[in-house]
């Protein structure tokens, strides 16, 4: 089995056989373990690992399927705006991004409700921002 894995740090994309414990970021060189990254793709094939890996540092990732698995959820303390914003950001770790979708999903998994029309706030105040065809980042804001 090959997962496609982003790195923690810098969210860029690598593949690793599973069962590794862990592995080094090509871009920035951070060693981090694999079973606690974001799991962009998961297949059989080294050849279809390299490509799904392939495709998402091209930034072609309406082309790989959406996330298989994610670390922890967001905290489910903030309601309203707060809670958009926080799932909107726990979506965007990966660096690869989240569709409309999954951020509804997510977000009433979480029990916020009216996640459409927070959604649409999050756009029009510059919160997220389409990175590729439909797929959604939120904007890092330096502290």
């Known amino acids: 089995m090959y997962l496609v894995v982003g790195c923690p740090?810098?969210?860029a994309v690598r593949v690793a056989a599973r069962g590794v414990k862990t592995t080094s970021c090509p871009?920035?060189?951070k060693r981090f373990?694999?079973?606690?990254?974001?799991?962009h793709f998961e297949t059989d094939s080294p050849e279809r690992a390299r490509s799904?890996?392939?495709?998402?540092?091209a930034g072609d990732s309406i082309a790989i399927p959406d996330?298989?698995?994610?670390?922890?959820k967001p905290v489910k303390a903030a309601s309203g705006?707060?809670?958009a914003l926080a799932?909107?950001?726990?979506?965007?770790k990966d660096g690869i991004g989240f569709s409309e979708g999954a951020f509804l999903e997510t977000a009433g998994e979480q029990g916020l409700k009216g996640a459409g029309a927070f959604f649409k706030k999050l756009r029009e105040n510059a919160e997220i921002y389409e990175a590729s065809c439909g797929r959604w980042l939120a904007v890092r804001r330096k502290a």
């Not at 373990?33 to 799991?39: G, P």
């Not at 996330?67 to 922890?72: L, T």
């Not at 799932?87 to 965007?92: E, F, H, N, P």
């Open 52 to 57: 799904a890996a392939a495709l998402a540092r």
């Open 9 to 11: 740090k810098c969210g």
């Open 27 to 29: 871009t920035c060189g």
């Open 87 to 92: 799932i909107a950001k726990w979506l965007s």
């Open 67 to 72: 996330i298989v698995q994610r670390p922890a």
């Open 81 to 83: 705006m707060a809670a």
């Open 33 to 39: 373990k694999v079973d606690s990254a974001a799991v």
